[in-house]
């Protein structure tokens, strides 16, 4: 029977009153409460008052019910009560008519009776409600009841309990290997509920991968008194494929309490791959191309490639054989096809030879397949496509025919240089590319211009090969242009024969700067203003272009038509003559005293050929004449303003919150003739931006100068973004006059500045543990942050770090102050270090023993480095004496000796300290006198694996024996030391006494250590 159980019998026995009768005074009956279980009772009192001689006392009463849905058998007495009243209990649908009189065998004084109501078994659990109304009490002597009161009986059911797991918990299933059987976790569920009750319940599997999870055992009906049930939970590992699989098994019931129905429980099971060989492949991973390049034509040499199979599986027996398939007309080929494939984890690769048979091709690209079927667990097949490209045949044909020469090529000395060209063409096959390159052997005022290189599409257009002359001297070349193509009908070279003359120098040739018939505009641009100088505004250069050697040219005179001006232009003598590459300059001025847009003609009259020599008669003059239109514009004085930067330029800026910014503009007066500039007025749309100066509009622009319009932003809201519009006109060019409208849009965002803290540990014994770090600030977001980190010699799982970075955002800058300090490991010192990072800003920066602290954290990175020191712990060893004799001179000090896995050495006061620390094979030993008095203490630095031992012996000297030792297995760890004893007896006569305090003691001992060990003298 379980606490619960026992509790609720306690509950049931609570009397609560009922009634109650009182002769010759009021009547009062009360309602109560009362607890049974499904077959069980509920108890209540009536408080009786005897009136003697009045020996027809009764009462009778109702007990209403809110559901008749219970099981009722009536009431009893307890006795002495059942032999002093006569009861009568009826249920009537669901009210219990309750009688009582009093036996005329019923001599009783004032009592309490107490009177039971019985629930059958078999009644649902639940709270049965009930009222005594009052106004229905009938009592034999004409008493007035006046009270009730409401209560209920409350029926308690079963209660739902499991192991492995329990609810709420795991079915834990690790790790398997795919395709091993379906390993099986059995759950028992028990029914910790009320004595009779039965729990009725099953189990289900949802959750992520349902299919993954096997059930069975469901559903299940379990008897408080048991037996319990079984529900077996499977991983269907023989079917999943390798990965991670999750469930959730739900086990509804009808139980009552904690846990509430359904009951959930997690299922986990990994699925590794089993141990299988695997097919690998170099250069080309299964899957990928092995391209034999391309295009190739038919005369070329089969391009061949290689394929290296290999096991790169976890297991022995990688077997199959490879071949090509999809090989449409036969182009690939694999020596030895089929291949065979037998290899070990440690065999050589099998190369696959592989041939494009590109001879036997028609032009195009051309696919195949390499296939390996074979055992691997990456298989049963793994392919790789081919791909091998092959032209069409070209031929070549030229404009001259192989053999002509191309047309000749005929200049005059100093003029440009004479061209010729070939044109070479592609009539071989659709589909085909001709290459080729062409050369000169000759004389070397023959060359190729541009490329000497060609490639021709069948059909596409011709490829030209361009041979010019250089006539910088008169006289007759010739060379041989030879062309070779990849055609491979081309037997040899295709050669051209090539011919070059360069004649007599060309005649004196008028040549001008600007070219005739070009204007001249004194002013250009746009106009001056009145008055300036325009004195050798413009100029003309006049040259006789020919080469040297050729005849000069005669300028009959050049003039204005208008010579009265504004327009003016320097003299030109008449018959002026120029030689080859002789000139004369023309400087043109202009008048300025009025305003106005002048034009003018300037024209040259000229003689080419005054004086050669034409079959050999002297004569023969080519007259010409070159005009030219010259033009100057001038005005009245203006002004002309230049904003900075030019508007229509965004403005944008990014705070830090309580930042402000203010965006300048500047009005410059860049041209001030006579007439100053003036800014009307400037304005911004919005409440979020102000003009700070100037002070007020309209501002005169400084003649020459500047005028510079502020804008200024203040606002602290973080993450807003605000824009504005600043309009201003401005007045300048009277001429046409009118004002400038320009604007400039305005934006500002508000944002927190970030702060980065790089934290790293460093144990000095490398102890891979985890330490927590926490990062602690005043505000910024967030305020703290917790991680865990590592020494840089720890060999990490997925998720640990070596380094840990704890970022805070949106913060004030110069307000944020932040610490960094470790739950320091047991057995453990620590410190920090704090530093700067790369370009952190900060107020104060500094480190103590509590940990790493930034103050006034302006932006940017910081570093915190940890260290944790291994802490010394010592080993105490303890003398114990037994002696019943102490009459007895025997020494009281003993030698002992500690041995120790690690480096030992004595601390604290010693009597004796052996010099060294001597290693004995693979223990370190260090050798004490210890007494009662004076116990050893020795120093140790623990490993942190836990593997740091060490034990005690002793040279006991003659007369001792040593009896017993708890230093026999002494293990320690960081910050955890140790503490043992050694006990002796003193021996008389050669007999070891021991008193009663020592056997006790011995006893003790051996029951601490497992053992006793007993040595005695002769």
């Known amino acids: 029977m379980n606490i619960k159980k026992c509790l609720m019998i306690l509950v049931m026995a609570v009397s609560v009153h009922a009634g109650q009768l009182l002769a010759g005074t009021e009547n009062t009956i009360t309602g109560g409460s009362g607890s049974g279980q499904a077959g069980g009772t509920a108890s209540f009192n009536v408080a009786w008052v005897d009136n003697p001689g009045d020996l027809t006392e009764g009462l009778e009463f109702y007990v209403y019910f809110d559901t008749a849905s219970f099981s009722f058998s009536g009431c009893t007495f307890n006795p002495p009560w059942d032999s002093y009243f006569f009861k009568a209990c009826t249920l009537q649908g669901n009210r219990i008519q309750v009688g009582l009189a009093r036996l005329p065998t019923g001599n009783i004084e004032n009592s309490s009776v107490d009177m039971e109501f019985n629930i059958l078994g078999g009644t649902a659990p639940g709270s049965y409600p009930f009222t005594i109304p009052s106004d229905e009490v009938v009592t034999t002597n004409d008493l007035d009841p006046t009270t009730t009161t409401d209560a209920s009986i409350n029926v308690l059911g079963p209660s739902y309990d499991s192991v492995n797991p329990t609810p709420g918990g795991t079915f834990a299933f690790g790790s398997h290997t795919a395709g091993d059987p379906d390993p099986t976790i059995t759950m028992t569920i028990d029914n910790d509920g009320e004595t009779g009750t039965t729990l009725n319940g099953s189990c289900s599997v949802g959750g992520a991968n349902p299919t993954a999870f096997g059930i069975s055992g469901t559903p299940w009906s379990v008897p408080e008194a048991g037996p319990n049930a079984d529900v077996v939970v499977s991983?269907?590992?023989?079917?999943?494929?390798?990965?991670?699989?999750?469930?959730?098994?739900?086990?509804?019931?009808?139980?009552?309490?904690?846990?509430?129905?359904?009951?959930?429980?997690?299922?986990?099971?990994?699925?590794?791959a089993a141990p299988a060989p695997a097919l690998g492949s170099s250069p080309q991973s299964p899957g990928q191309t092995i391209d034999f390049g391309g295009p190739f034509v038919t005369s070329d040499p089969n391009p061949t490639a290689s394929l290296d199979i290999t096991n790169s599986g976890n297991l022995d027996g990688l077997t199959g054989s490879c071949s090509i398939s999809n090989n449409a007309g036969g182009?690939?080929?694999?020596?030895?096809?089929?291949?065979?494939?037998?290899?070990?984890?440690?065999?050589?690769?099998?190369?696959?030879?592989?041939?494009c048979d590109v001879d036997a091709a028609n032009p195009a690209t051309h696919m195949g397949t390499l296939t390996c079927t074979h055992n691997g667990s990456n298989g049963p097949t793994s392919s790789w496509p081919l791909t091998c490209a092959v032209d069409a045949t070209p031929a070549y044909d030229s404009t001259p025919a192989d053999?002509?020469?191309?047309?000749?090529?005929?200049?005059?000395?100093?003029?440009?240089?004479?061209?010729?060209?070939?044109?070479?063409?592609?009539?071989?096959e659709p589909g085909s590319t001709l290459n080729g390159t062409c050369g000169l052997s000759g004389d070397a005022e023959i060359s190729i211009s541009g490329s000497a290189a060609f490639s021709v599409a069948q059909g596409g257009p011709a490829g030209q090969i361009t041979v010019q002359c250089d006539a910088t001297a008169q006289g007759g070349y010739t060379s041989t242009l030879s062309c070779t193509s990849d055609d491979p009908n081309q037997e040899g070279p295709a050669t051209y024969g090539v011919t070059?003359?360069?004649?007599?120098?060309d005649p004196a040739i008028y040549s001008s700067i600007p070219s005739a018939g070009s204007p001249i505009n004194l002013t250009p641009g746009e106009a001056v203003v009145e008055g300036t100088d325009l004195t050798n505004a413009a100029s003309l250069t006049i040259s006789n272009a020919a080469a040297p050697g050729d005849d000069y040219l005669d300028l009959q005179?050049?003039?204005?038509?208008?010579?009265?001006?504004?327009?003016?232009?320097?003299?030109?003598?008449?018959?002026?003559?120029?030689?080859?590459?002789?000139?004369?300059?023309v400087q043109f001025s202009c008048d300025t005293t009025t305003d106005g847009n002048y034009t003018d003609t300037y024209r040259c009259p000229y003689l080419e050929n005054p004086s050669n020599i034409i079959n050999g008669a002297e004569g023969g003059t080519m007259p010409g004449e070159a005009t030219y239109l010259v033009s100057c514009d001038v005005r009245d004085p203006y002004s002309e303003v230049e904003e900075t930067p030019p508007s229509g330029t965004p403005q944008t800026a990014e705070l830090m919150p309580g930042e402000s910014t203010t965006f300048s503009f500047t009005f410059d007066e860049i041209v001030d003739e006579g007439l100053d500039a003036t800014l009307d007025d400037c304005s911004v749309t919005g409440p979020d931006f102000a003009i700070?100066?100037?002070?007020?509009?309209?501002?005169?622009?400084?003649?020459?100068?500047?005028?510079q319009v502020d804008v200024t932003f203040t606002?602290?809201?973080?993450?807003?973004?605000?824009?504005?519009?600043?309009?201003?006109?401005?007045?300048?060019?009277?001429?046409?006059?009118g004002g400038t409208l320009v604007s400039w849009p305005l934006e500002v965002t508000v944002v927190g500045r970030n702060a980065t803290f790089t934290v790293t540990k460093d144990f000095d014994d490398n102890n891979p543990m985890g330490v927590e770090v926490t990062l602690e600030c005043n505000t910024g977001l967030p305020l703290q942050q917790t991680g865990t980190v590592h020494d840089p010699d720890a060999t990490l799982s997925p998720g640990q770090f070596t380094e840990l970075e704890f970022v805070v955002v949106d913060f004030n800058p110069g307000d944020m102050d932040c610490d960094i300090s470790e739950t320091v490991p047991v057995g453990y010192d620590q410190s920090y270090f704090a530093d700067f990072g790369d370009d952190g800003v900060a107020n104060a920066v500094f480190d103590d023993a509590d940990g790493c602290h930034y103050e006034g954290i302006e932006s940017a990175d910081f570093v915190c480095e940890i260290t944790n020191e291994l802490d010394l712990v010592e080993i105490v060893?303890?003398?114990?004496?037994?002696?019943?004799?102490?009459?007895?001179?025997?020494?009281?000090?003993?030698?002992?000796?500690?041995?120790?896995?690690?480096?030992?050495?004595?601390?604290?006061?010693?009597?004796?300290?052996?010099?060294?620390?001597?290693?004995?094979?693979?223990?370190?030993?260090?050798?004490?006198?210890?007494?009662?008095?004076?116990?050893?203490?020795?120093?140790?630095?623990?490993?942190?694996?836990?593997?740091?031992?060490?034990?005690?012996?002793?040279?006991?000297?003659a007369g001792v024996e040593a009896d017993v030792s708890d230093c026999a297995d002494i293990s320690v760890a960081p910050g955890v030391g140790a503490e043992c004893t050694v006990v002796n007896t003193r021996l008389y006569a050669g007999i070891p006494t021991l008193s009663q305090y020592g056997l006790m003691l011995m006893a003790l001992l051996m029951l601490g250590v497992g053992a006793v060990a007993f040595r005695r003298y002769s």
């Open 877 to 957: 060893v303890n003398k114990e004496w037994i002696d019943d004799n102490p009459g007895y001179d025997l020494p009281t000090i003993v030698d002992i000796t500690i041995h120790c896995n690690a480096p030992v050495f004595g601390i604290g006061l010693p009597i004796e300290v052996d010099s060294g620390n001597q290693t004995n094979g693979s223990y370190y030993t260090w050798s004490q006198f210890i007494d009662p008095t004076f116990p050893g203490v020795f120093g140790i630095y623990p490993d942190w694996d836990g593997s740091t031992e060490c034990f005690v012996t002793e040279e006991p000297e």
């Open 557 to 585: 005179g050049c003039a204005l038509d208008n010579g009265a001006g504004p327009i003016t232009a320097s003299p030109v003598t008449a018959n002026d003559d120029l030689d080859p590459g002789q000139n004369v300059v």
């Open 715 to 737: 606002d602290p809201g973080v993450g807003d973004t605000f824009t504005d519009t600043l309009n201003c006109t401005y007045t300048d060019n009277p001429e046409p006059e």
């Open 403 to 428: 053999g002509n020469p191309l047309p000749a090529m005929n200049g005059t000395q100093g003029n440009t240089d004479p061209t010729t060209s070939l044109s070479i063409s592609n009539v071989g």
């Open 692 to 707: 700070t100066a100037p002070g007020s509009f309209p501002q005169p622009i400084p003649s020459g100068g500047s005028l």
């Open 500 to 505: 070059c003359a360069i004649g007599a120098p």
């Open 235 to 272: 991983c269907d590992s023989s079917a999943l494929t390798p990965g991670s699989y999750s469930a959730i098994i739900s086990c509804p019931h009808d139980g009552d309490g904690s846990p509430a129905s359904p009951v959930g429980y997690t299922a986990t099971c990994d699925i590794v």
């Open 331 to 355: 182009v690939f080929s694999l020596a030895g096809d089929p291949v065979a494939i037998n290899l070990d984890q440690a065999d050589p690769a099998v190369t696959l030879d592989l041939t």
